[in-house]
């Protein structure tokens, strides 16, 4: 065995890796045929182009010519008449059914209107009425115009502290406790209830200032949808005046069985002296 074949069989390392060494030799070869095959395509594909005759670039910009011509002739003028006619019928809308100036009017005729009588009534509404003197309805009355219903386990406590409490049993009779107690418990239903009322009547003032604010930037066609948010609107405020009136008849019936427990009452005492003055005069 000679010293080439040595070498053979020996293995190259190339960073702790064995590497074939014919392979690594006959590769530049290898790249370099590749190369050669590139080159020959390349020169074939340009020459190809430069071969091209005339009358298929000139056949390709009649092509594109004809396209041109049919979207400028043909759809141009179906384009220019739909143009014609919505602008035909924007007019119509203009001056017709929704007349521009007649809407800029009416615009101008509510934002005068809310303008003059937003603040004076806002004013009206929120002007303080208080008249207590002393400390306790002081704050009874606070209570009572703070608008907010939930106030009211404070309207109950400050109701006891000024109206008084139940008396205790053997002070007094226990019908009256019970008329006291039937009494106590209307007014204080009725008092919690007028809270509930102011606090919802701000709701509807709220309701009804954006609402003028949206008439005022309303654009033609919503006029339905105000209205249904106007109908709305009303609903609501009819609910809370059923509310408040069933409140009223509650305190007008507690009133009038109070008068009829008097009555009674009355009537009771009468009889017991009757049998008296009629026992003694039989005596």
């Known amino acids: ?60 910009l009649d092509i594109f010519s004809q396209i041109f011509g049919s979207i400028q002739n043909d759809m141009g003028k179906s384009l220019a008449a739909i143009n014609q006619i919505s602008q035909s019928v924007q007019k119509l809308y203009q001056t017709t059914m929704w007349p521009l100036a007649a809407i800029n009017q009416a615009r101008g005729f509510v934002s005068n209107s809310i303008t003059s009588f937003r603040g004076p009534m806002t004013q009206i509404f929120n002007t303080p009425i208080v008249s207590a003197v002393t400390p306790g309805p002081q704050q009874f009355e606070s209570i009572l115009h703070s608008r907010l219903s939930s106030q009211i386990p404070s309207l109950q ?8 409490s139940l008396p205790q049993i053997n002070i007094a009779s226990p019908q009256d406790r019970v008329m006291m107690d039937i009494d106590d418990a209307l007014g204080q239903e009725n008092l919690k209830t007028t809270l509930i009322a102011d606090q919802a009547g701000d709701v509807i003032l709220n309701t009804a200032n954006q609402m003028e604010n949206q008439v005022a930037l309303s ?47 009355r009537t009771t005492s009468t009889s017991g002296v009757n049998g008296l003055i009629t026992g003694a005069l039989t005596n």
């Open 1 to 60: 065995m000679n010293h080439n074949e040595v070498l053979a069989k020996q293995e190259l390392l190339l960073n702790g890796e064995p590497v074939d060494i014919e392979a690594a030799i006959d590769q530049p070869g290898k790249h370099w045929t590749r190369r050669k095959g590139l080159l020959a395509l390349g020169s074939i594909a340009l020459a190809a182009c430069f071969t091209v005759t005339p009358g298929a670039h000139a056949l390709g």
């Open 157 to 164: 406590a400050s109701f006891t502290t000024n109206y008084g």
């Open 219 to 265: 654009t033609p066609g919503s006029n339905p949808y105000l209205t249904a948010q106007a109908q709305v609107a009303n609903l609501r405020c009819q609910a809370y005046m059923q509310k408040m009136l069933a409140a009223e008849l509650r305190q007008e019936a507690g009133r009038l069985a109070h008068d009829n427990v008097l009555v009674k009452r």
